[in-house]
């Protein structure tokens, strides 16, 4: 069975910084695209951050230099370092592994940037 499980959301002010993190069972994370999408309120799911063959890396524009996504394969585990937080960047976070055939996704984790 393969679980995806993310971690690290909570409240932070504006300027702050949080990193996410999220732990894979069932699967190993160096066969898959992984990516860290987000949902706010009334918003469509959009593609964050995603970590693709050989540590290649892209971003949504509206967060590059600030966030960075990383990988520790020893782990199975994949972090997404958010930094400079700004109010626009609350929402739910997911996790999500891409493979041939396959598509999964973790419960998400709330990301509240708020003074």
Do not use: H
Not at 2 to 14: A, T
Not at 25 to 51: C, D, H, N, T
Not at 58 to 72: C, E, L, M, P
């Amino acid at each position: 069975q393969v679980q995806l499980v993310e971690s690290g959301g909570g409240l932070v002010q504006p300027g702050g910084s949080l990193r996410l993190s999220c732990a894979a069972s069932g699967i190993m994370f160096s066969s898959y695209v992984v990516g860290w999408y987000r949902q706010a309120p009334g918003k469509q799911r959009e593609l964050v951050a995603v970590i693709i063959w050989g540590r290649s890396t892209n971003y949504v524009d509206s967060v590059k230099g600030r966030f960075t996504i990383s990988r520790d394969n020893a782990k199975n585990t994949v972090y997404l370092q958010m930094n400079s937080l700004k109010p626009e960047d609350t929402a739910v976070y997911y996790c999500n592994a891409k493979g041939v055939g396959a598509d999964y996704w973790g419960q998400g984790t709330q990301v509240t940037v708020s003074s």
